[in-house]
């Protein structure tokens, strides 16, 4: 644990000319200490070791009731032996490791142990993946907005965090979400914005590596121009309020929407031009610091999502741009289990197939020739909720 660093940053206050006798020529400035987060060394080489090369993130922290719907799909109960039996099947995949540095948890399972007594987290080590955790406690309506939503959390989140730790995570997830449809509005975004950054400070502040995630949803019949422009304000308002909660850059991962039209919108993008539009919008609001690009997949059908994350990965970025996808590596994984014990190596299978297409997808040589037809089907859900 590298030791706690002192810098300092510069406010500017200037005078109330109604209670002041002359107006000053120029503001007055006052140094006040900061104190960078005594984990800073282990959060930069956290990040690091996430954003490494053909590698990206498997995000299973569905809640227990989104968890219960996936079981659902393959006419399984919602029990927590059945939430177990699906987890495990997931991360005891021999290989894995190769194609997945991070592993996103729900709380129910950063504490559960495989079925002969050996601790998940332990599981992700050996193949040396890092484990992280959802923090968030999920999206309620926002008064004052239109029809809008915002993320809470924030009340205990230093606390748990610390437990987290202690439990073996090392790195977080906050997501919080703008709707197009809805506006969306001033108030929406800054909310969206600040509350991420309260989230990554704490974070930091607890040995957690933050993923930022303002997730732009697929919902409406916008084109892709309109979502370029919401997604470039909500950036702009995240990295603004980031910086003034005093946050790590080099100590972070973001977790952006890729820049498309809405899912209902009358012409469907090209990865390229997906790919034109996504870039376009990060060189213009993220800091090269940020060692890490994860995108959801955010209903894409599987070969989407990677065909989309291939054309990005064409030529050099200044970051490393990957993956952090739930549906787009579980979808095919589900069908083929179906909840039966003499399925899980071929489910298993499934799921390397798709973390090594991810994988070939970040280093920009990924081809769609030879994929089922079940890859291809999309995913959305309107409204769709974690």
Known sequence: MASAK???FSSHWIANNSFSPRRRSSPRRLSLPIHASSYQHELVQTAKSI???GRGILAIDESNATCGKRLASIGLDNT????????????????????????ILFEETLYQSTTDGKKFVDCLRNENIVPGIKVDKGLVPLPGSNNESWCQGLDGLASRSAEYYKQGARFAKWRTV?????????????EAAWGLA?????????????????????????PIERTLEVAEKVWSEVFFYL??????????????????PGAEHKEKASPETI??????????????????IMFLSGGQSEVEATLNLNAMNQSPNPWHVSFSYARALQNTVLKTWQGHPENVEAAQKALL????????????????EGENEEAKKGMFVKGYTY
């Open 6 to 8: 002192l810098t300092t």
């Open 51 to 53: 954003a490494s090369p």
């Open 80 to 103: 927590e032996v059945n939430r177990q039996a699906y987890r495990q099947l997931l991360l005891t995949t021999p290989g894995l490791g190769e194609y997945i540095s991070g592993a």
């Open 178 to 190: 703008v709707s197009i449809p809805c506006g969306p509005s001033a108030l929406a975004v800054k």
């Open 198 to 222: 309260r989230y990554a400070a704490i974070s930091q502040d607890n040995g957690l590596v933050p993923i930022v995630e303002p997730e732009i949803l697929l919902d409406g019949d916008h």
């Open 243 to 260: 910086a003034e909660n005093n946050v790590i850059f080099e100590g972070i991962l973001l977790k952006p929407s890729m820049v498309t």
């Open 275 to 292: 790919a034109k539009h996504t870039l376009t919008m990060l060189r213009r609001r993220v800091p090269p610091a940020v060692p890490g």
């Open 353 to 368: 197939v798709r973390a090594k297409a991810n994988s070939l997808a970040q280093l920009g040589r990924y081809s769609a």
